[in-house]
């Protein structure tokens, strides 16, 4: 995640942002106006962005004064220059109270707009730092250009006011959006963080021209497709710009890989992370805490293993516990010098590869042009996202905004930095939900019936995947420990080690499910003519995975692992497992074998053939009531369960 969110009201919070956020996250001295300080903190002012500017007669790019960020965010909702009016209508004869309402937009509100911050990777961000002057101007380019892009998306199709009987009309803000963006330097830590503070009113206008509030609700919901699509055009930005190219690392074993800019060392990365250090080092203990907490009776008041859920909510207090107090900030070019010794004495990457990082980044980018073909093949990359989305997604549920998110990701790994046609997620979208999507919406509300809130499962019959591992039960007895892999039973604790220094369970995580879930729909596309075409799955594959997953040329037969004499399903299977095993996934914790999945082979052909047979006999909104395939549970696809709240950012999508 690369964009967050958080809501700014009125009153303590506001008070928080005007003293330290606008001034590049140091101490605002007091009494200090604005303009100096941020002039003394070595940031430059804010900006006003978005297209709702023209409504209030502001212009994109114009300077945000302090008398304008409160009108707007700290009075609860007032135009940025009320006070002119307000002195306007008094000169014009108008009475105090309606000189007043004249300076509103519509109704006063608490919760006065959101704060998103956009940070790129951190590749990009060590380019922009160690890098010459002319490098940091482009890549602060590209920075704002992707801004743009999100808020230009976000205008047109996440934001809606909600006006009527407990919100029941929802209306896009015709005119746009308002936003005052600042930027920053720095991490907390001192280590260099390019990034920006959006702060989006939430003040729109209706096609009648009255005042309404944005639903935040659908900000917060949209978070994670506005962060992939930052992602993508950032990173397309920059690598157009200077001749770079992106490639697929793994961070975290059985996570999904992050795009980085290739031949930026991961060393330096390291480097600036003492901050995930800090909070690595805090999450083990609290891990601990949390598996080894009892009750008053002496029993487990926890689970004993730690789930995704769990150590996404340790990891945030993690966060808040190493938090260090923020230090004075100082002028880009001094911050530029310091990073440039620090890294060169203490990241253990040789002077000369940092002081031509550029150089060595554009290296290794013709090296990848060189051996990686862009392929985007819709019909093959709404296979990848749908099937990612359901296994991501605990429940088998999603909604269109999962896809979109995913397929904003694909389109990132397979175009390594290249710039894509615009529409094309959702394209990849639309192929997903009309071909391996099944629609099981119930609505009851207004709500219900709108294209972003339509509930989605897949047409496949999943069950055959390895299933997420049972908690186990508690290990008892001082010589007892949990089992390291959930689902077994505990094991005596190795002599010489103490009580409590056994390593922490944990659930495997879903990815590994899901690269799983994709590798066998490819294979088998790789054999089936769709359409009336083969559709050729190498091409895709070599863009669209990871180096890592990419499978080994077929060896000759005696030098094969298969068995002897196996047959064409086996070969298909075999090629599929040495592609996972040779990822960075823990994949041996899941039990692959050759046997299971020739099974999921089998599943998935048996469940296409069943699937253009049903197609075939029914069309239109027959076929939509009739395709109801019974879930493991007895329940009908069409009549689920109320969907819950989603299971956290990796889980989410």
Same mark, same amino acid.
């Given at each position: 995640?690369?964009?967050?969110?958080?809501?700014?009201?009125?009153?303590?919070?506001?008070?928080?942002?005007?003293?330290?956020?606008?001034?590049?996250?140091?101490?605002?001295?007091?009494?200090?106006?604005?303009?100096?300080?941020?002039?003394?903190?070595?940031?430059?002012?804010?900006?006003?962005?978005?297209?709702?500017?023209?409504?209030?007669?502001?212009?994109?790019?114009?300077?945000?004064?302090?008398?304008?960020?409160?009108?707007?965010?700290?009075?609860?909702?007032?135009?940025?220059?009320?006070?002119?009016?307000?002195?306007?209508?008094?000169?014009?004869?108008?009475?105090?109270?309606?000189?007043?309402?004249?300076?509103?937009?519509?109704?006063?509100?608490?919760?006065?707009?959101?704060?998103?911050?956009?940070?790129?990777?951190?590749?990009?961000?060590?380019?922009?730092?160690?890098?010459?002057?002319?490098?940091?101007?482009?890549?602060?380019?590209?920075?704002?250009?992707?801004?743009?892009?999100?808020?230009?998306?976000?205008?047109?199709?996440?934001?809606?006011?909600?006006?009527?009987?407990?919100?029941?009309?929802?209306?896009?803000?015709?005119?746009?959006?308002?936003?005052?963006?600042?930027?920053?330097?720095?991490?907390?830590?001192?280590?260099?963080?390019?990034?920006?503070?959006?702060?989006?009113?939430?003040?729109?206008?209706?096609?009648?021209?009255?005042?309404?509030?944005?639903?935040?609700?659908?900000?917060?919901?949209?978070?994670?497709?506005?962060?992939?699509?930052?992602?993508?055009?950032?990173?397309?930005?920059?690598?157009?710009?200077?001749?770079?190219?992106?490639?697929?690392?793994?961070?975290?074993?059985?996570?999904?890989?992050?795009?980085?800019?290739?031949?930026?060392?991961?060393?330096?990365?390291?480097?600036?992370?003492?901050?995930?250090?800090?909070?690595?080092?805090?999450?083990?203990?609290?891990?601990?805490?949390?598996?080894?907490?009892?009750?008053?009776?002496?029993?487990?008041?926890?689970?004993?293993?730690?789930?995704?859920? @769990? $150590?996404?909510? +340790?990891?945030?207090?993690?966060?808040? !516990?190493? &938090?260090? #107090?923020?230090?004075?900030? *100082?002028?880009? =070019?001094?911050?530029?010098?310091?990073?440039?010794?620090?890294?060169?004495?203490?990241?253990?990457?040789?002077?000369?590869?940092?002081?031509?990082?550029?150089?060595?980044?554009?290296?290794?980018?013709?090296?990848?042009?060189?051996?990686?073909?862009?392929?985007?093949?819709?019909?093959?990359?709404?296979?990848?996202?749908?099937?990612?989305?359901?296994?991501?997604?605990?429940?088998?549920?999603?909604?269109?905004?999962?896809?979109?998110?995913? @397929? $904003?990701?694909? +389109?990132?790994?397979?175009?390594?930095? !290249?710039? &894509?046609? #615009?529409?094309?997620?959702? *394209?990849?979208? =639309?192929?997903?939900?009309?071909?391996?999507?099944?629609?099981?919406?119930?609505?009851?509300?207004?709500?219900?019936?709108?294209?972003?809130?339509?509930?989605?499962?897949?047409?496949?019959?999943?069950?055959?995947?390895?299933?997420?591992?049972?908690?186990?039960?508690?290990?008892?007895?001082?010589?007892?420990?949990?089992?390291?892999?959930?689902?077994?039973?505990?094991?005596?604790?190795?002599?010489?080690?103490?009580?409590?220094?056994?390593?922490?369970?944990?659930?495997?995580?879903?990815?590994?499910?899901?690269?799983?879930?994709?590798?066998?729909?490819?294979?088998?596309?790789?054999?089936?003519?769709?359409?009336?075409?083969?559709?050729?799955?190498?091409?895709?594959?070599?863009?669209?995975?990871?180096?890592?997953?990419?499978?080994?040329?077929?060896?000759?037969?005696?030098?094969?692992?298969?068995?002897?004499?196996?047959?064409?399903?086996?070969?298909?299977?075999?090629?599929?497992?040495?592609?996972?095993?040779?990822?960075?996934?823990?994949?041996?914790?899941?039990?692959?074998?050759?046997?299971?999945?020739?099974?999921?082979?089998?599943?998935?052909?048996?469940?296409?053939?069943?699937?253009?047979?049903?197609?075939?006999?029914?069309?239109?909104?027959?076929?939509?009531?009739?395709?109801?395939?019974?879930?493991?549970?007895?329940?009908?696809?069409?009549?689920?369960?109320?969907?819950?709240?989603?299971?956290?950012?990796?889980?989410?999508?």
């Amino acid at each position: 995640m690369t964009v967050d969110i958080r809501v700014i009201r009125a009153g303590r919070m506001y008070g928080y942002y005007l003293r330290e956020t606008v001034v590049g996250d140091g101490r605002r001295p007091a009494r200090t106006p604005l303009r100096a300080a941020q002039k003394r903190a070595g940031v430059p002012v804010g900006r006003w962005v978005g297209r709702g500017l023209a409504v209030l007669g502001l212009a994109p790019g114009e300077e945000v004064t302090e008398a304008q960020l409160r009108n707007l965010f700290g009075e609860r909702g007032r135009h940025p220059d009320a006070d002119q009016i307000e002195a306007d209508r008094l000169a014009q004869g108008d009475s105090p109270t309606k000189a007043f309402k004249a300076g509103a937009l519509g109704r006063r509100v608490m919760v006065t707009g959101v704060d998103f911050v956009f940070r790129p990777q951190p590749s990009i961000y060590l380019l922009w730092a160690l890098g010459e002057e002319e490098t940091g101007r482009v890549i602060e380019a590209a920075h704002e250009r992707a801004i743009e892009r999100v808020l230009e998306w976000i205008e047109d199709e996440v934001a809606v006011i909600r006006y009527g009987k407990d919100g029941i009309y929802r209306v896009r803000p015709p005119g746009g959006l308002v936003a005052a963006r600042f930027r920053h330097y720095e991490a907390r830590s001192g280590m260099p963080l390019l990034h920006d503070h959006v702060l989006l009113s939430v003040k729109g206008q209706r096609l009648d021209g009255q005042w309404g509030s944005i639903h935040t609700l659908a900000l917060h919901e949209n978070t994670v497709a506005a962060s992939a699509l930052y992602n993508e055009v950032v990173a397309a930005e920059v690598c157009g710009a200077l001749g770079l190219a992106t490639e697929p690392r793994t961070v975290t074993p059985g996570r999904r890989p992050v795009m980085e800019i290739a031949g930026v060392p991961h060393e330096l990365i390291r480097w600036t992370s003492r901050r995930s250090d800090q909070i690595a080092a805090c999450l083990a203990v609290l891990e601990h805490e949390y598996v080894t907490a009892v009750d008053d009776d002496g029993g487990p008041r926890f689970l004993p293993v730690v789930s995704e859920r @769990a $150590r996404a909510k +340790l990891n945030a207090m993690a966060a808040r !516990r190493t &938090r260090p #107090p923020k230090q004075s900030a *100082r002028p880009l =070019a001094q911050l530029r010098a310091w990073w440039k010794a620090s890294a060169i004495l203490t990241s253990g990457v040789a002077a000369d590869i940092i002081t031509s990082l550029l150089e060595h980044a554009r290296a290794a980018a013709a090296a990848i042009r060189a051996r990686v073909t862009a392929v985007v093949d819709v019909a093959l990359a709404a296979v990848d996202v749908t099937a990612t989305v359901f296994v991501m997604n605990g429940g088998g549920c999603f909604h269109r905004r999962h896809l979109l998110a995913e @397929a $904003r990701r694909h +389109l990132a790994l397979v175009l390594r930095g !290249r710039r &894509r046609d #615009p529409g094309l997620d959702d *394209r990849i979208v =639309a192929a997903a939900i009309s071909t391996h999507c099944l629609d099981i919406s119930e609505p009851k509300t207004v709500r219900g019936l709108e294209s972003g809130y339509r509930l989605y499962t897949v047409r496949w019959d999943l069950s055959c995947l390895p299933a997420r591992r049972c908690p186990p039960a508690s290990a008892s007895g001082p010589d007892r420990q949990p089992p390291a892999d959930p689902g077994e039973l505990a094991v005596s604790r190795p002599l010489g080690q103490d009580a409590g220094e056994w390593g922490i369970p944990r659930i495997p995580l879903q990815y590994e499910r899901a690269v799983l879930a994709g590798a066998v729909l490819r294979e088998k596309l790789r054999t089936t003519t769709v359409r009336g075409r083969a559709y050729d799955v190498v091409a895709h594959q070599q863009a669209a995975m990871p180096e890592q997953l990419l499978a080994r040329p077929a060896a000759d037969a005696e030098h094969d692992d298969q068995e002897p004499g196996a047959g064409h399903q086996d070969a298909i299977a075999m090629t599929a497992l040495r592609a996972l095993r040779e990822s960075r996934t823990d994949v041996e914790a899941l039990d692959l074998t050759a046997d299971r999945l020739r099974r999921l082979q089998d599943a998935f052909i048996k469940a296409a053939d069943d699937s253009r047979v049903r197609t075939s006999r029914h069309t239109g909104q027959h076929d939509a009531d009739a395709v109801r395939p019974e879930r493991q549970d007895g329940q009908q696809a069409h009549r689920p369960q109320e969907p819950g709240p989603h299971r956290g950012r990796e889980t989410g999508h």
